[in-house]
């Protein structure tokens, strides 16, 4: 019997040893994807990437660029969320996801951007896209123009609500570019927020494909979607520890290995960095000697500083400024004097200018005949 009771112990070990081997082998596995991007938002700085200027196909990614242009007008003034909008024969055999717009139709810019950013309705979008440009082929250059302002340098569209055709692409880093824009517009927020919502009172229901709208309360947008040709991608935005990221992940397998992937990025991203704000000490800031100037000497101080994204475990930045002994006049308020760059170690991080903080005119003779009465004077 004890034999027996040990034997049975010995199979229910092997046992559970062989149903876990799976499980921790999955856990080690790398996930697949075509291209990925982690980008800091402030800055733009890549974080992490895989073939992160691969030109892919853009698909239904699209719709992003539609709703930063329709952002745009909100921003401006010229929508309200309550503006009204007429559908076009243009929505007209309209595939994929759609509200049912008929042409004809009238719906709000607010409801229009709910059918677009929560259910992915293509007919939505152009109805956007004709709002704001007149016609689908004015918007879809605009789209581009709007691409290259973006620094999209890898990318085309073709059309408002996307297609998987070849005459349209994009890569993860441009995708990255313009997420970073669209965290700039708060007008939009709250439709990438929503993960659950109606038109047409409730006859309408619209889903969002992020769950991340659902499931993370960091989450600030943007999208997620998947066909059969291009597989199941998102861009993909949270805030947490007074840092924005933005993780853009194309051509996954699966659903589940998008929002793996995409998850896993940004929890990287925000253990692993953090934005600085460069600052110089009042010590660094000497004034420097004017030659043949009304004034001998001149003030700086530093140029543009921007946010600085650094290792989570870095304490400080080492400072170098490169400064001339003497300028000659005139000097102009704001001129370049010399340079200031930051350092983590032996990397450089960024440079920035030191310039004049005031004007110094050149002297000229009667500057000068005053100077010596004056000094007569105090004789």
Known sequence: MKERLMASVLVALLLTGLFSLPVKAKEQEEISAAAYVLMEAETGTVLLESDGEKQLSCGVMAKLMTAYLAGEQLRSGAWTAETELTASEAVSGIRGAVIWLLPGEVMTV????KGMIIGNAGDAAVTLACGISGDVESFV???NARAFDLGMQNTRFDSPQGSSSGNQYTTAKDLALLCRGLSEMEELTP???TWRDFLRGDQTELVNENTFARTDDTSV????????????SIAAGADRKDMTCIAVVLGCETDDDRFALAKDLLRRGFLGWKVVQPAFSEEFLYPVQVRSGVERAVLIR?????????PRDCHELETVMVIPRYVEAPVQEGQKLGTAAFYQNDTLLYETSVVASDSVRKRNFGDALLQIIVKMLEI
């Open 221 to 232: 947008g943007w999208k997620a979607c998947h066909t059969e040709s291009d597989g199941w």
């Open 191 to 193: 439709y990438f927020t």
């Open 302 to 310: 530093p140029g543009e500083l921007k946010g600085l994204v650094v």
């Open 141 to 143: 250059m605009e789209m």
């Open 110 to 113: 607010g409801d229009l951007l």
